[in-house]
């Protein structure tokens, strides 16, 4: 992968000193991407947890991988694969999709690539000056998409802890739990989020978002994501609270701002029947793994 400013290096060098690495975020939500195109990497748990512990390794919200495109197309310019930092696999991330996507383009000078993710290709583009849109896909709200554990009215999940109460549940690679208030400063989403995130409702865990509507077109937005943070910014959160505010009728248009703790990104329900979410990224610093890391 290309970051402007490196310098390029023989690969026999640089996997003498650890396989190389870039950090980056999108809104404070932060990666460290390994490039496996040329060199396979399958981390174990443990050295996914050491590596995005912020004590003892690099510090990161996900560990993203790159990989081949398995469609054999030169549509698909690689496979990213995404790992929360307690090792589980994750099908979705959008800001993760941005960063990666602002490399690619980089690498190539195209202007649009295509990723393959286990959620679905995703479509990105160039937006200006470090500033990326997704394609994220298409939303799910199906009960057994999200999924649930038994058969309910997506549009109300009847779940509540405390203050929230009353979500939509839908999915967009990942699942979410949509929580709407009249003042989000008032909520202790630290303290609700870790009830919410494991309820018997969700098998497979859920990410929790709790919206205020601030405007005809803004809203402010916290998520408590899985597997137990509260984040500064969720792609996919931010994707999933403009559609439930959309699906009960609280907003009436498309293109919705997105304000989160770190900042905005911009939201739009397409015609089809899916997200495209446009937002930043940053380069933080480039490095290499330590050579436990390394394939045996």
């Known amino acids: 992968m290309k970051v402007q400013g490196a310098k390029k290096r023989d690969i026999s060098d640089t996997l003498e000193r650890g396989r190389p690495f870039v950090k980056m975020h999108g809104l404070r939500n932060d990666f460290v991407i390994v490039d496996a195109r040329q060199t396979a990497y399958r981390p174990s748990v443990q050295e996914t947890l050491s590596i995005c512990d912020r004590?003892?390794?690099?510090?990161?919200?996900?560990?993203?991988?790159?990989?081949?495109?398995r469609q054999k197309s030169t549509i698909h310019y690689a496979?990213?694969?995404?790992?929360?930092?307690?090792?589980?696999?994750?099908?979705?991330?959008?800001?993760?999709?941005?960063?990666?996507?602002?490399?690619?383009?980089?690498?190539?000078?195209?202007?649009?690539?295509?990723?393959e993710t286990l959620g679905g290709t995703l479509v990105c583009q160039r937006k200006g000056e470090k500033r990326v849109n997704?394609?994220?896909?298409?939303?799910?709200?199906?009960?057994?998409?999200?999924?649930?554990?038994?058969?309910?009215d997506t549009l109300h999940l009847k779940i509540s802890a405390g203050p929230l109460k009353d979500p939509v549940g839908m999915n967009i690679g990942n699942p979410h739990a949509v929580f709407f208030v009249k003042d989000l400063k008032k909520i202790d989403l630290r303290q609700w989020g870790p009830i919410l995130q494991s309820h018997a409702l969700f098998p497979e865990e859920a990410n929790i978002g709790v919206v205020q509507i601030t405007g005809e077109m803004t809203i402010d937005l916290s998520v408590w994501e899985r597997p137990g943070k509260l984040t500064t910014a969720c792609g996919t959160g931010a994707c999933a609270a403009v559609a439930a505010a959309h699906r009960r009728g609280l907003i009436d248009h498309r293109k919705v701002e997105v304000n989160m703790p770190a900042g905005r990104v911009d939201v739009e329900l397409m015609e089809d029947g899916s997200v495209e979410m446009t937002g930043p990224v940053e380069v933080c610093f480039t490095g290499f793994l330590p050579k436990l890391s390394m394939p045996h």
């Not at 790992?83 to 991330?93: F, I, S, T, W």
């Not at 896909?137 to 649930?148: N, V």
């Open 79 to 115: 496979f990213m694969r995404i790992l929360n930092p307690d090792g589980r696999e994750v099908e979705a991330c959008g800001n993760a999709t941005r960063c990666v996507a602002w490399l690619f383009m980089q690498e190539s000078g195209k202007s649009t690539v295509t990723i």
């Open 134 to 152: 997704v394609n994220m896909g298409y939303l799910r709200t199906h009960w057994q998409d999200i999924p649930l554990s038994k058969k309910m």
């Open 55 to 69: 004590h003892v390794g690099i510090g990161a919200d996900e560990l993203l991988i790159i990989e081949p495109a």
